[in-house]
């Protein structure tokens, strides 16, 4: 089960020509998808694109009701690779996944698409991570499309433009047999707007149809001679074709006056941050109707030369706005300009800074200080000239007072106590190299827990340890893969490498129940009952399969000191080959999402139901905050007392504590302190257990009234 | 060729009617910024306006800081460009989810004077690098406030997290309320509450949080109010029988106590009350007696000219050394029945329902033989190998229920033994630091005042159990290790203070072992 349900407005999905749709960019792309007559689609999760495979799990009556397939892909390379489908048979196909790390897996199976050819559109949707709020590395997915010559269609980030360019490039990858990928930005799969629609259309021919009557090519296959042709097509007829198609169809816009002696040129999804810099410079208006002439490459792999110059005629300078490095379009442009012997200045990165995010700050600086050199006039005298208001507030001070909030690990997280555990075998043997991967559990590079030296991908950890295999080797490495990862790659890459190579390694397998990180999907190894798809396999049989000789499996990951004993087995067992601990506990999130309305709902049923929480007795909490040093439980905190005997603030948990009893464990694996107590609260005892109580409460208060009559009571103590 | 002539039409200051609202919300993951930015977007289109909302979700959902942007512009037919982040210097209004993330808005530029109206809630959601100080690690607010006054046009703050809290719904329905209260946009109250309503879950308590913090909102706009109104304490005589009860003979002690405290100089005596309840409570009022014989001995060397700070400093830190904490004293606290009146409070749990509490105690053979005779108890911690047998069977963690019967039972014994905790092994050891550290600060305040004051404030070095207590003696006594290097320097108070707030940052004392060699180097070049 995924953590957010799109069952309500898929809904939306239904909505016939004319009706207006109104939502978030993800729904508009899938209604787009059905709108094209998509015959199947596939995909691996991750931000900014997990909700996209959210939605169409939860359409999958929709897309049954049209004929549609959903294939929820064991990775990106897979759902690539899906998109085979569409090399022989005229039926469209739509893959999606977060770009670059998941073009990253899918650019074998990507380079053998693009070889062939494609029949039926072929759709990439990649959801681009990048800039402010991004879990990965920065690069760019433009580099992809070039090295594979698979065009890239990049829309002005609303609704409208971006349900047209999936339209848009399902023809063009129909009119070039060659897949699209269309980029769409981390906001704007998030933005929420309107668009008109159209009805959704039945695929003309049906993965099942395909079945039925096999074709096959051996000129699309790619394998010699073939693969040499098909490199010659590329450049003979392909691009051509996406050039003439992109051309006469207008997917690039031109908006502004067309006589200035300056004009922008942007990629689509920077359409809007550059309109805002105009606004503010006072050059356009709240519609951006504005004077200065703008180009907007909807699709900017491939260029349209004869287009561009035409842009580029009359004017002084032109400015190139391409977020991220290297600037491959600048580049392109100045030598179009150079080889058409043209004297139009290009300039791009000389006002704009050569890596990171084009912020609104750092649009409106680098549009002015364009706009200042090469069309002053176009300013008003504010802008040229500004008085000052004064530079507002200094902030220096501020700086070192407000403290980083990194994510972290959420309440009640099963993957804390693993870490804890670590960290106490630390304390007892030593510091180890640790090999991090992909996951929630990369939160353990943070505060508290500072683990983890490095990340090299997606189910990679323990692969990225296996260079650390020596027999002189006194210490072991240990590294970590979450379950998402194990399956999409790790089982192979890294159980099957590690088994095959004799590694010495630890390997923790963290199993939370779903591909958590990412936002709840299922897996292989889910517990879930998913009607769609097979789940319940467990990862134990699966690393057994592979050959591990030394296999340990914890079935509560809260059992601290458990977990510290199987580390420190593993790191210290004289048995050689890899030593895999399966550390299972159900992701909090998820377990809390589908526990509580039954609770709630139990309690007031009038059902007898044991709810924990934990608490700090805040007169035996000394405020040392060792607790916290191996927790960071956003529920654990510091709160100050109301008495100025005590210096430091003491513990505290407040009311979000689920109850994982993570804290207890600690407080005991680590001897920490006695302040700790888990309180279960009874909903709707049953008459033994009131008998039991008040049984017990006759015979505890006759202790207490024995002790407290016999000594000082302070009422304020 | 060029076009120098191109005019340019007027499009700076669109009119109020096509003027785009900037709106930004930072929140930490998971105080439901997503659900405000939806109210805040439907109530702009229930008054005729377009609205988009963006977010950046993912990763940022768990915990971290998370920004959500809103865009309104009233519908004149024809779609507004909207960015789909924030700019610096370009927002109207921000709502802040937490004081620091007012803060972290300032600091990235979103928050202006000339237009920013900013709503933050006023409550701290301390960061995990707050958490972990052994001290205080904890940002300062004050800091947020003043910078905010001045930063924002409009600074709206009040704990909107506990008005949430006390009508038992999310803090983003406050947020609306304050919103909606700050009168920013021109929306009625109305509008608000239908999108409340719209929402279909929560709406009774959602509505309730949303009307009090409007309210609460209208009057600070209306007539600005210092949020603190400081809680003056209790005037000193009101409470010192006040609040005490217990047999007639005990009464009487305390009363005789009460009356030594009521002679000290009148700047002591609260925190010497406070220091004698405390000591009273943790043994009996003869130890109350040495409580107070071992003030005299710092009042005797105080005066008025320095505000009696030795003698405050000695009250507070004499009751914390002699309240050490030992199983007796864990073991006590855990038994009384005001900490089940608490504990009942503090989980929330109602009449009628049963309540089960499971402590976790994992005793080592320290604090076992600390519990035995002083003689038995240092026989066996002087043979390493019954040590270690005895750990063995001892030292493992232990869950006991103290709502059953026979868990309160052993820990109402072992609070018991308080009666003969003066024989008992961790009571001499704690004696004998006690009266090495008192001894060492009265000796050196009598040549250097602000020295003997700040060996006393050192006591706040020893906090913790089992290992985290031999970090913090060892801390303590790293620190104190420091005075034979500073010995005649003008400046030793200063050092002692500094080494002590060094020890105070990380778990093991790495700052202060950088500190401390920076005052060995002091040896090479007296001051």
């Given amino acids: 089960m995924a953590e957010r349900s799109f069952a309500k407005e898929v809904e939306k999905l239904r909505l016939g020509a004319g009706e207006e749709f109104a939502g978030e960019g993800i729904l508009a792309i899938t209604k787009a998808l059905l709108q094209c007559g998509v015959g199947y689609v596939g995909g691996y999760q991750g931000a900014p694109i997990s909700h996209l495979m959210d939605v169409l799990a939860d359409a999958q009556d929709i897309l049954g009701e049209l004929g549609v397939h959903f294939e929820a892909s064991a990775s990106e390379a897979t759902a690539t690779a899906m998109l085979a489908a569409s090399v022989h048979y005229p039926i469209r196909g739509a893959a999606t996944f977060k770009s670059t790390v998941g073009t990253n897996v899918a650019s074998d199976a990507l380079a053998n698409l693009a070889s062939g050819g494609v029949t039926g559109g072929a759709l990439i949707i990649v959801g681009e991570d990048y800039g402010e709020g991004s879990s990965i590395m920065q690069e760019r997915s433009h580099a992809f499309a070039m090295k594979s010559q698979v065009w890239l269609l990049d829309p002005r980030p609303n609704l409208p433009s971006i349900v047209k360019a999936v339209e848009d490039g399902f023809e063009l990858s129909e009119a070039s047999n060659t897949p699209v990928m269309l980029q769409v930005r981390i906001r704007c799969c998030h933005v929420h707007g309107r668009f008109i629609a159209k009805d959704n259309k039945r695929p003309p021919m049906s993965v099942a149809d395909a079945l039925a009557a096999p074709r096959r090519d051996t000129g699309r296959i790619v394998l010699p001679p073939a693969s040499f042709l098909h490199e010659k097509e590329k450049v003979a007829k392909r691009w051509p074709a996406a050039v003439d198609f992109i051309r006469e169809r207008k997917i690039n816009e031109i908006f502004g006056s067309d006589h200035g002696s300056v004009g922008i040129v942007m990629q689509g999804g920077m359409y809007n941050s550059i309109i805002r810099a105009l606004q503010r410079l006072g050059l356009a208006d709240t519609y951006g109707d504005t004077d200065v002439s703008l180009y907007v490459l909807n699709a900017v792999y491939p260029l349209v030369d004869d287009e561009f110059l035409a842009f580029c005629e009359g004017k002084q300078a032109v400015l190139v706005v391409e977020e991220g490095q290297p600037n491959y379009i600048e580049q392109a442009f100045a030598a179009m300009l150079h080889k058409a012997g043209r004297g139009t200045k290009l300039v791009g990165k000389e006002h704009l800074p050569m890596a990171g995010e084009y912020t609104g700050q750092v649009m409106l600086d680098g549009i002015g200080s364009f706009l200042h050199a090469y069309a002053p006039h176009l300013l008003p005298g504010e802008v040229r000239a500004p008085n000052k208001l004064g530079e507002g507030v200094d902030t220096a001070d501020l700086v070192n007072v407000v403290p980083g909030r990194p994510p972290g690990f959420c309440v009640g997280c099963p993957e804390r106590p693993i870490f804890a555990a670590t960290k106490l075998v630390e304390q007892e043997l030593g510091k180890h190299h640790i090999a991090s991967d992909i996951g929630c559990h990369l939160f353990s590079i943070m505060p508290p827990f500072e683990l983890g030296a490095t990340t090299m991908g997606y189910g990679l950890g323990p692969a990225s340890a296996s260079a650390f295999n020596s027999p002189e080797a006194k210490r072991r490495s240990i590294s970590f893969v979450g379950d998402g990862g194990f399956w999409h790659n790790g089982l192979t890459s890294s159980i099957g490498n590690a088994v095959f190579n004799k590694n010495d390694g630890v390997i923790v397998i963290v199993d939370n129940f779903y591909s958590a990180a990412t936002g709840g999907q299922d897996i292989l190894s889910s517990r879930a009952n998913n009607k769609t798809k097979s789940t319940k396999h467990p990862i134990d049989e699966a690393v057994k399969g592979m050959g591990v000789k030394w296999l340990r499996h914890i079935d509560r990951t809260y059992d601290v000191g458990k977990m510290q004993a199987t580390l420190r087995e593993a790191l210290t067992t004289e048995e050689k080959g890899p030593k895999v601990i399966v550390a299972s506990s159900e992701c909090m999130l998820n377990r809390q999402r589908r526990e509580r309305p039954g609770i709630d709902k139990a309690i007031k049923a009038g059902e007898r139901v044991v709810k924990p929480k934990f608490g700090v007795d805040e007169d035996i909490c000394t405020g040392d905050h060792a607790c916290m040093r191996l927790s960071g439980c956003p529920s654990l905190s510091v709160k100050t007392l109301d008495d100025p005997l005590r210096d430091d603030p003491v513990a505290s948990i407040d009311q979000n504590c689920v109850g994982c009893g993570n804290c207890g464990e600690v407080a005991d694996a680590a001897v920490l302190c006695p302040s700790f107590y888990r309180a279960d609260v009874v909903h709707n005892p049953g008459r033994w257990d009131r008998f039991l109580e008040s049984a017990r409460r006759a015979a505890i208060g006759l202790l207490q009234r024995r002790r407290e009559s016999r000594r000082l009571m302070f009422a304020d103590a | ?527």
């Fill in chain 2, 1 to 527: 060729m060029l076009d120098h002539s191109a005019a340019l039409r007027p499009k700076a200051g669109p009119s109020d009617d096509e003027r785009v609202i900037k709106l930004a919300v930072l929140a930490v993951g998971g105080q439901g910024g997503g659900v405000l930015a939806d109210w805040i977007t439907d109530v702009a289109e229930r008054n005729g306006y377009i609205a988009q909302s963006t977010s950046v979700a993912g990763v940022a959902q768990r915990t971290g800081a998370t920004i959500y942007y809103i865009e309104m512009a009233r519908d004149t037919g024809r779609l507004p460009v909207f960015a789909l982040s924030p700019s610096q210097g370009d927002v109207d209004i921000l709502i802040a989810a937490e004081l620091m993330e007012a803060g972290r808005a300032i600091i990235r530029g979103f928050v202006t004077p000339e237009r920013t109206t900013l709503i933050a809630s006023s409550h701290r959601i301390a960061a995990v690098s707050e958490k972990i100080e052994p001290g205080d690690g904890r940002a300062s607010s004050e800091k947020v406030h003043a910078t905010a006054e001045a930063a924002a046009k409009r600074f709206i703050a009040f704990d909107m997290e506990k008005i949430a809290a006390e009508n038992g719904t999310m803090i983003s329905a406050s947020l609306l309320g304050a919103l909606a209260g700050s009168d920013t946009l021109p929306f009625t109250r109305e509008s608000y509450e239908q999108a409340i309503g719209a929402g279909g879950r929560g709406v009774k308590p959602s509505l309730a949080a949303f009307g009090a913090a409007y309210d609460r909102a209208r009057g600070i706009a209306t007539a600005p109010v210092g949020e603190k109104a400081a809680t003056k304490p209790a005037a000193f005589e009101t409470k010192s029988t006040a609040n005490v009860s217990g047999p007639e003979t005990l009464l009487k002690g305390w009363q005789e106590l009460a009356a030594r405290v009521a002679a000290l100089p009148e700047p002591v005596r609260d925190m010497a009350e406070r220091g004698l309840k405390k000591v009273v409570d943790f043994q009996d009022i003869a130890y109350g007696g040495e409580y107070l014989d071992r003030m005299d001995r710092a009042v005797a060397l105080d005066n008025a000219e320095h505000g009696y700070a030795l003698s405050i400093a000695a009250a507070k830190h004499l009751a914390n050394a002699m309240c050490y904490d030992d199983m007796i004293r864990v073991a006590d606290l855990k038994t009384r029945s005001t900490r089940d009146k608490r504990v009942r409070k503090e989980v929330g749990a109602k009449e009628g329902s049963v309540l089960q509490v499971t402590e976790y105690f994992h005793p080592r053979i320290e604090e076992f033989c600390g519990t035995l005779p002083a003689g038995l108890g240092s026989y066996i911690e002087s043979r390493p190998k019954l040590a270690a047998f005895l750990d063995r069977r001892i030292n493992r963690g232990r869950h006991i229920r103290t709502d059953g019967f026979s868990g309160f039972a052993m820990l109402w014994f072992i609070g018991g033994l308080r009666r003969w905790r003066r024989r008992l092994l961790r009571h001499r050891i704690e004696v004998e630091h006690l009266e090495r550290w008192y001894e060492l600060a009265l000796a050196h305040a009598r040549e250097n005042y602000a020295l003997g004051v700040e060996i006393l404030n050192c006591r706040r070095l020893i906090k913790g159990y089992s290992d985290t207590h031999a970090r913090a003696q060892s801390k303590f006594d790293r620190v104190l290790s420091a005075l034979a290097m500073l010995e005649g320097r003008e400046d030793a108070a200063d050092w002692i203070r500094r080494l002590r707030e060094a020890a105070l940052k990380d778990e093991k004392g790495d700052m202060l072992d950088g500190a401390l060699k920076t005052v060995a180097t002091f040896g090479d070049s007296p001051a």
